[in-house]
């Protein structure tokens, strides 16, 4: 008599873009004779919408055009194809509602799910992990009510949260006159149409907000504070560049031979040669090398890197035309509640008196972190020391294929490593990582 399979039993943590990547791919991927059981911990409702796409305000786009946006690393086009399918005649180069693609997951993984072998389910448990404990046949997931869910493998795709705000700042005794993100409840709705806003921070997140003020009528000043003042670049059509350096070069070298190509072309197109090849520059480097890239280029290779659409550009030109958006290279050194609102210190970049903005709200733009934000499972694995930070905190210590090392069937996808492959927030990384990942998970059952 021929015994029965046992069924595999994997756990994803975290049912934004990257959890749902991994679920679709693992479903995709299962053999046909096989049984397994795949468990996706997320408290929300919707999946695939996570910190990025759960947006509702259409001006939110996509900073990635549509067509290279699909969940499979062999056919990017898959989201413009689902859009047409979907009767929304979209470009490649379009950049559509961030709102979007949330849509364009789930479905995906209903699609999956569906078709997946006889022997093989998929179960969205909503709940928030609270805690992964080793256990006799591998781990066991608890839940935030307090029950166990005994898994083979686990995945760590807890994405990323708003950083949080300098303790200096002290934002506790500022009540709702400061917002923590644009996304924060109560959020931009709050806020009336006159008041007088800072934004600390500069890059995509303070364009979301200006975007959805903007939508909403706002008329006040909004004055938009960063250490270099510099907002991200725009998105355009280039001619492709090929790689400026190699890897083995140091951060020095790399500088010099970006500069000397970017003089005779666009510095957007020598930043997107590299994205192929900056895993292995990044790999090379040893942590001093890193850090030194950190603490010098991290500023502009980000407003490079990831950029705004067109759309967006246009908006905050507009405003800044009308005199309405002013941005300061500088640090806000302290935030004081006053009668009226708050009142920031700033210290200007390159020295300088400190100057006083006085506003109504002040709203953190302070960008995003995959250990930042309230965690309750991550803080309990990092206590414990099942797992440790990369040695820049940027992610977690991992393996080349993202397990955590000395806790076998342990993984992490997405941002989580960030430390060991810097590129590793965008979809077109991530779905590379999830595709292989699944293929992995999917040989052994």
Known sequence: MTPSLRTRRISIIGGGATGVLVAIHLLRSVRAC???EVTLLEPRERLGDGLAYGTGDGVHLLNVPAGRMGAFPH??????????????????????????????????????AAKAPTGT??????????????????????????????????VLATGVACAAPPAA??????????????????????????????????GLTAVDAVLTLARRGHRGRVHAVSHHGWWPR???????????????????????????????????????????????????????????FLRHVRAAWDVHRHRMAPRGAQVLQRLQDEGRLTTVAGRVLA????????????????????????VQRVIGCLGVSPLEGENPLLEALLRRGTVA???????????????????????????????QLWESTALPEIRVQAASLAAALAAST
Do not use: K
């Open 234 to 292: 725009v998105h355009a059509q280039l001619a492709p560049a090929v790689p400026a350096v190699q890897p083995g070069m140091s951060v020095r070298e790399c500088l010099r031979a970006l500069r000397a190509q970017v003089r005779g072309g666009d510095a957007r197109a020598s930043v997107d040669a590299l994205r192929a090849i900056t895993p292995a520059l990044w790999d090379a480097w040893p942590v001093a090398e890193r850090r030194r």
């Open 34 to 36: 096989a049984r397994a």
């Open 335 to 358: 935030l004081e509640r006053t009668a009226t609102g708050v009142r920031a210190a700033v210290a200007p970049r390159g020295g300088g008196a400190e100057c006083g903005v006085e």
């Open 75 to 112: 056919h990017p086009g898959d989201f413009v194809d689902w859009l047409r399918d979907s009767g929304q005649e979209v470009e490649p180069g379009a950049f559509v509602p961030r709102a979007l693609l949330g849509e364009y997951l789930r479905a995906r993984l209903g699609d999956a």
């Open 169 to 202: 700042w002290n934002v506790a005794q500022l009540g709702n006159a400061y917002l923590g993100s644009p996304w924060s409840a109560p959020g931009l709705e709050t806020i009336h149409g006159q008041e007088d806003l800072l934004l600390v921070g500069t």
């Open 389 to 419: 930070p990369d040695a820049l905190g940027l992610g977690l210590q991992v393996r080349w294929d993202g397990a955590i090392a000395g806790a076998p069937g342990l993984h992490a996808v997405g941002p989580l490593r960030r430390g």
């Open 121 to 154: 389910r998929f179960v969205h448990l909503q709940q928030r992990a609270a805690d992964v404990l080793r256990s006799a046949e591998g781990w066991r997931v608890l839940d935030a009510t307090g029950v166990a869910h005994d898994a083979d493998e686990v």
